[in-house]
């Protein structure tokens, strides 16, 4: 079944391979052969546009990415360039991840790059520059956590590859979907949720990579609880590698944000206990408290504001809960209703009792400290987040729904969103 898809070229990972070519000399390994014998393009021709309109809806005797190189591709030279750009940056993650900059520098020169995977990167880095990057950062923050506990050199160079690859799954995705500001409707979401998978069966269908890497590339948005995706996997389905990945992937995520990234990422993978690995998310919290991020007086609330916040929320989450619940119920319902009311259900459950862990909801009233008052900021925005994000977790698995199984969710959706009547 993967072979068979991938013999049929992806029309956005091809239009990048063909925009890459125009900077990049990118040609034929191979004669490119359809299924039924004839030939589209001479082995050593260079890849153009006329290329891609012999392509379009073809069906080929082997991957596309299987019969073509990148002659001037990323090389290990420039991965190490990248790195150290990068850890001189003063950028807080780079200076979290500084102190393993040697044994992360040795490492990526020898790194392996599989003529597949290298010609995916030459594509991302001609074509998307901010996905580069977040390889890049990707390959020193994973490298870095893996390092931080030893091991053997083949297990670091396995979290550097996973680092560096976890999301060439993007490439097959429409860019307006990647390149979205903010959160993803459930319809939109189904575009991208399926990029892990896509990079593990990449992996594993083309390159000689061991298949502990492409598992754990196809494992980097799982959550230990159960609560990720594609496959929701959880507990010790998520491979050692994958758990590693899951984190650096959050954290990566939090880092763009301009105030107090680490303490923010911190914060956001202690929220739920058990979502995240405790030996990696130690890793963030050590890496939040050594950079001691600077708060100025206009990044946090007031406290009593954002305490009414965090009530209204409380109250919202608990409306939410009770009606999840009633809806999961009801005898009469659909099947569609009682299953995504039942994953709201649980997704609420968990995360009230991952808030009531952390004890936010009884903070005082009468601390004026920047710092409580700045957790509790972050606290508020990240919750509003999460319970914004119980839609999209359980709807995306779906198709359109009918307009009656719409119209006896939204009331559940609106107090999610703070709109309840």
Known sequence: MAQQWLNLPNPHALAAIIDASATRKIVASQDIVDDRGTKLWARDQPVSQSLQQRLLERKLKQPLEACLRAEDGVTTYQLCEAL????????????AVGQ???????????????????????????????????AIRGMALAGAMQASVGGERYDLRLALLGGLLHDLGLMYVHPQYVDHAGLLDAQDFRHVATHPRVGELLLASLTDYPPTLARAVGEHHERLDGSGYPLRRSGDAISPLGRLLCVAEATLGLAALPTAPLARASLALRMVPGEFDGVWTGFVSAAARN???QLRSNDAGDTEDLLVQLAMM???????????????????????????????????????????????????????NLDSRYEIGMAATELRYRMRGVQRECLWTHDELSPQDAERLAPLWACLAGQAA
């Open 291 to 293: 950079a001691a991020e």
């Open 100 to 134: 393993w900059a040697t044994p992360l520098r040795n490492e990526v020169q020898r790194l392996p790059l599989h003529a597949a995977a290298q010609l995916l990167l030459t594509a991302v880095h001609a074509t998307r520059p901010t996905v580069y990057e977040h």
């Open 314 to 368: 409380n109250t919202e989450m608990a409306m939410a809960l009770e009606q999840a619940q009633a809806l999961a119920e009801q005898a009469h319902g659909s099947r569609v209703v009682h299953d995504v009311a039942a994953r709201a259900a649980v997704a609420l459950e968990r995360l009230r009792a991952g808030w009531n862990s952390i004890g936010l909801w009884s903070a005082p009233k009468s601390d004026g």
């Open 84 to 95: 150290g750009e990068f850890l001189d940056s003063g950028h807080v993650l780079a200076n």
